[in-house]
């Protein structure tokens, strides 16, 4: 599995994590997952930034990040 697809992977699964502990009130431990999530994402986003050849998955991955922030 490339490195892209690793982080994806990892911050799907910080972000599915952040919103379980969201759901039992623990917002510190939520933001803190989220973050990293966020970092994540982006960063694997920005390994395929002047991609355009890796279109619609560079896009998807940017917006992705951008809706992790919300």
Known sequence: ???VNEKH???MQWAEAAFVVR???HLAEAR???SSAYDLKWSAAEELRD???SEPSRSVLFRS???QTL
């Open 1 to 3: 599995m490339n490195t």
């Open 9 to 11: 992977e990892r911050a």
């Open 23 to 25: 759901r039992k009130g």
């Open 32 to 34: 803190d997952l989220s």
């Open 51 to 53: 991609s355009l050849v």
């Open 65 to 67: 990040a951008a809706t």
